[in-house]
């Protein structure tokens, strides 16, 4: 085998790897955006509902959120838990009721 295609076969072999690194990363990124984005949907309607009716609204509406989209993206725990804390920031705070 000569240099030239040893250097054509290297030259392909790091292509190829550059392009699965991409893919990955970009999947990645697809999928915390589309997360994200559930997330961000589930804060913005639970939001509209009475005081007492937003945390449990909130905490299951996530947890389907984690369900509809576990098997479409791999994401790791700490990147979902990053996704969750920031949505939790837009919940509205439930006023206490006063007697």
Request: glycine share 8%; with cysteine; proline share 4%.
């Amino acid at each position: 085998m000569t240099k030239f295609n040893r250097a054509i076969i290297a030259s392909a072999a790091l292509a190829g790897l550059g392009m699965a690194i991409f893919a990955s990363t970009a999947q990645a990124a697809v999928g915390q955006t589309a997360l994200g984005k559930c997330y961000d949907s589930v804060v913005a309607a639970c939001n509209k509902k009475p005081d007492h009716a937003v945390n449990p609204c909130v905490n299951s509406g996530l947890d389907q959120c984690d369900e509809e989209h576990a098997e479409s993206i791999q994401l790791p725990g700490t990147t979902i838990g990053k996704l969750r804390a920031n949505a939790l920031r837009s919940v509205r705070p439930v006023m206490a009721s006063t007697k």
